[in-house]
């Protein structure tokens, strides 16, 4: 009789936010197959979220561009995972790709979406596949619910995981402020995602008459760094945190706050992930899908979103994110702030 291990592939070729909200299936994964490997292959850029789990055996890291792939560059990945000889691989993406980098791993056992669309043949590159089911729910149950192809119940808990790595902390605290201060992150992937810089300025003076300390974040590129010299012109005693690039070290800035503010963006689960109170703003995209899950995470939800949903900046003469006031985000924060 055998003593291997049985191995377990899960793939997600999601992008930052999305791709924590996978954490919980991840755990089920764990919880199902306590003496399992379980390793995981997802986008090198998201890699570092993942890779201080400690429920995870590996974290496999695939070289792409977004909306690009190689396979001159993936192929020697692909190999490397096929001589793990897995017994069973889960794709959570539900896309061309990773039905096919799938099949070519491999594993005795894929399961997969059983969707529509795709290329023809689809389907036909999983063993066991589940349909997904109509009408909205939370991305972390959605997932989840992929593993009753297996019939692998739900995680016990349904709160997002991400840990920080602890060789970073003393560089983290050489950036970010001492004491309590909450961290209010201003840009998202599309604009129209975004409070408006406004309502920042203004909720930073009510939370300075109150002795309340606010940093503010932003991305990279060229568009969220407009932003931040906009917010400057706007509030010029606003507090920025300078650039962190790199993921590793930005979470462990995230770390250490009391709280986070922001819109529905990746930054937004990081700091769920991490164990960090949040407050997120929204309008665009729904709350009952998106929201960090858990008693000490808040949802605020503007007016009626009337924007198209093919463009990334809004259109509407009235933005919805605009109809939630720096006052309601006030209150929240200083209840928020109590309880913490």
Not at 244 to 257: G, M, N, S
Request: aromatic residues 8%; glycine residues 8%.
């Amino acid at each position: 009789m055998s003593s291997r291990r049985e191995k377990i592939l899960a793939l997600q070729f999601k992008y930052f936010g999305d791709a924590v909200l996978l954490t919980p299936a991840l755990r089920a994964l764990r919880e199902s197959y306590p003496e399992a490997d379980i390793h995981l292959l997802v986008p090198a850029e998201i890699a570092p979220l993942f890779e201080h789990l400690p429920w995870l055996t590996r974290v496999w890291a695939m070289p792409r561009r977004r909306g690009r792939a190689s396979l001159r560059e993936t192929w020697p990945l692909i190999r490397a995972l096929r001589r793990e000889r897995f017994d069973r691989s889960v794709d959570f993406a539900g896309n061309d790709r990773g039905a096919i980098v799938s099949f070519l791993i491999g594993a005795g056992r894929r399961l997969g979406w059983a969707e529509r669309g795709g290329f023809v043949g689809r389907r036909f590159l999983y063993t066991d596949a589940v349909a997904p089911e109509a009408g909205p729910m939370h991305e972390s149950v959605r997932l989840a619910r992929l593993l009753a192809g297996w019939r692998v119940p739900p995680p016990r808990s349904l709160a997002a995981e991400v840990h920080a790595d602890p060789a970073l902390a003393d560089e983290a605290a050489k950036i970010v402020p001492q004491g309590r201060f909450a961290i209010c992150h201003v840009a998202s992937s599309q604009p129209k995602k975004e409070w408006p810089l406004a309502h920042w300025a203004a909720l930073l003076r009510l939370c300075s008459a109150a002795g309340h300390r606010l940093v503010f974040t932003t991305a990279k590129g060229e568009r969220e760094q407009a932003l931040m010299s906009a917010l400057r012109r706007l509030a010029p005693e606003a507090e920025i945190l300078p650039l962190v690039a790199e993921l590793p070290l930005f979470l462990a800035v995230l770390r250490r706050a009391t709280l986070f503010i922001s819109g529905d963006t990746g930054p937004l689960h990081f700091a769920a992930g991490l164990g960090v109170p949040t407050i997120s703003l929204f309008g665009p995209s729904l709350a009952v899908q998106w929201a960090p899950m858990g008693e000490k995470h808040h949802s605020l939800t503007g007016g009626a979103c009337r924007c198209d949903g093919n463009f990334p900046d809004c259109r509407s003469a009235r933005h919805c994110l605009a109809e939630i006031t720096p006052q309601r985000v006030f209150a929240v924060l200083e209840e928020a702030l109590r309880a913490s």
